[in-house]
């Protein structure tokens, strides 16, 4: 089965400071999908960022970038001089295709980002 | 409107009430799903619609029984609810949950507190 473990719980980091947030995950599968969505305190979740298990390279989107690295099964998220609209909470999923399973995320705990001005 | 919006905002509800929450996207999607956030807890699947017909429920205890009348709205009806079913409940689309690539959108959620 799989899982996803975010083991940071809470993060506090002070504006314009670096932050990586880090997601490790675990599948039978080989082929399979890794996401990170936001969540501000608003509660809706906002989709980030998709990552398909053949795709290794690393993507950067603005202050965003992310890390996957499939011989430590991990899928981390940077973000770049942060800023207090950051403040959220930040999911990394998975979903195994062998399910066809756009229906079956499995979502870490979350990890609690606040930025101090 | 746009996207998936879900009302109530807020509910609360005594443990012998029943309510309805209520679920619609804008995005013309075809799969639905409700999932449960707990307060420290990672979200639950709860139920998966694709095309009107239901396709997952994950093991929920029958005081929540889920509707979706069409592709666009979809509800979750509450009975007898626990104290511990306090909790954020999220509404989700995509395109088709068989299209693995289709992430899935969500809506700002239900704040549900049981008295």
């Known amino acids: 089965a799989q899982k996803v473990t975010q083991a940071q719980t809470e993060i506090s980091v002070v504006e314009k400071e670096d932050v990586t947030l880090d997601c490790v995950y675990e599948?039978?599968?080989?082929?399979?999908?890794l996401f990170w969505y936001k969540q501000p305190p608003s509660g809706e979740l906002v989709f980030l960022i998709r990552?398909?298990?053949?795709?290794?390279q690393n993507e950067i989107s603005g202050r965003y970038s992310w890390n996957f690295q499939k011989s430590t099964s991990s899928f981390n998220f940077t973000i770049t001089a942060s800023q207090v609209v950051d403040s959220a909470v930040y999911f990394c999923?998975?979903?195994?295709?062998?399910?066809?399973?756009?229906?079956?995320?499995?979502f870490g705990e979350g990890t609690q980002l606040t930025v101090n001005p | 409107e746009t996207g998936v919006t879900q009302t109530p905002r807020h509910l609360v509800m005594g443990m012998t009430n029943k309510k309805s929450l209520k679920c619609e996207q804008h995005l013309g999607h075809n799969a639905m799903y409700w999932y449960k956030q707990s307060a420290k807890k990672p979200l639950e699947l709860m139920f998966v619609?694709?095309?009107?017909?239901?396709?997952e429920n994950n093991s929920v205890p029958s005081r929540f029984s889920p509707e979706c009348p069409n592709s666009s709205h979809l509800f979750l009806h509450l009975h007898t609810l626990q104290p511990e079913d306090s909790a954020l409940y999220l509404c989700?689309?995509?395109?088709?949950?068989?299209?693995?690539?289709?992430?899935?959108?969500f809506g700002p959620g239900t704040r549900l507190t049981v008295t």
């Open positions: 599948t039978r599968d080989t082929t399979y999908y």
């Open positions: 989700a689309s995509s395109q088709d949950t068989r299209v693995v690539l289709g992430e899935q959108y």
């Open positions: 999923a998975l979903s195994e295709a062998y399910e066809a399973s756009g229906s079956r995320l499995t």
């Open positions: 619609y694709n095309f009107k017909e239901q396709t």
């Open positions: 990552r398909n298990s053949f795709d290794e």
